[in-house]
């Protein structure tokens, strides 16, 4: 009888912790609520900086950036030469308005609009600029979030 009750408590306590196991990996690892808003917060002070190699650290290295006029740059050595291009040729002060962000086990998302002022280096010339922005972020092995996709409209402006 004493052998019967330990087997059913063992199975029991296996049973448990089985459970307890699935639901563990099972569960959606949420990002903390400021996980996007530091990364996105960490780009527009890169960009801003000209700190180009700490920028190509929030990207996978397989990531694609979609510029407003549907040209991809694939991969962090074509991203590397866009942002390397801009970084000489502009000065930006840009700034995001999430409207949605969402996390999904390794995936996550910002969707929002941003407006821009670009200083042309060269003559001092300002253009400013605004539409909107999507970022799709990937869990790395590590935990850290990068970029995987990230993607920008330009809003144009209609001349009455």
Same mark, same amino acid.
């Given at each position: 009888?004493?052998?019967?009750?330990?087997?059913? #408590? @063992?199975?029991?306590?296996?049973? $448990?912790?089985?459970?307890?196991? %699935?639901?563990?990996?099972?569960?959606?690892? &949420? *990002?903390?609520?400021?996980?996007?808003?530091?990364?996105?917060?960490?780009?527009?002070?890169?960009?801003?900086?000209? #700190? @180009?190699?700490?920028?190509?650290? $929030?990207?996978?290295?397989?990531? %694609?950036?979609?510029?407003?006029?549907?040209? &991809? *740059?694939?991969?962090?050595?074509?991203?590397?030469?866009?942002?390397?291009?801009?970084?000489?040729?502009?000065?930006?002060?840009?700034?995001?308005?999430?409207?949605?962000?969402?996390?999904?086990?390794?995936?996550?998302?910002?969707?929002?609009?941003?407006?821009?002022?670009?200083?042309?280096?060269?003559?001092?010339?300002?253009?400013?600029?605004?539409?909107?922005?999507?970022?799709?972020?990937?869990?790395?092995?590590?935990?850290?979030?990068?970029?995987?996709?990230?993607?920008?409209?330009?809003?144009?402006?209609?001349?009455?």
């Amino acid at each position: 009888m004493k052998s019967m009750r330990t087997k059913s #408590q @063992l199975r029991l306590r296996g049973l $448990l912790l089985l459970v307890v196991s %699935i639901a563990g990996l099972a569960g959606p690892v &949420r *990002a903390q609520p400021n996980d996007i808003q530091n990364l996105e917060d960490s780009w527009r002070r890169y960009l801003h900086d000209k #700190q @180009l190699e700490k920028a190509m650290d $929030l990207y996978t290295d397989d990531a %694609i950036f979609f510029e407003p006029d549907g040209k &991809r *740059a694939t991969g962090k050595a074509e991203i590397r030469t866009l942002f390397r291009t801009v970084m000489k040729t502009f000065n930006s002060d840009i700034h995001f308005k999430s409207a949605a962000a969402d996390v999904s086990g390794k995936l996550a998302y910002d969707s929002g609009d941003f407006e821009e002022v670009l200083t042309t280096r060269a003559t001092g010339a300002k253009i400013n600029s605004r539409g909107s922005y999507l970022m799709v972020l990937k869990r790395q092995p590590d935990g850290k979030w990068k970029i995987a996709q990230h993607m920008w409209t330009q809003a144009v402006s209609v001349s009455p």
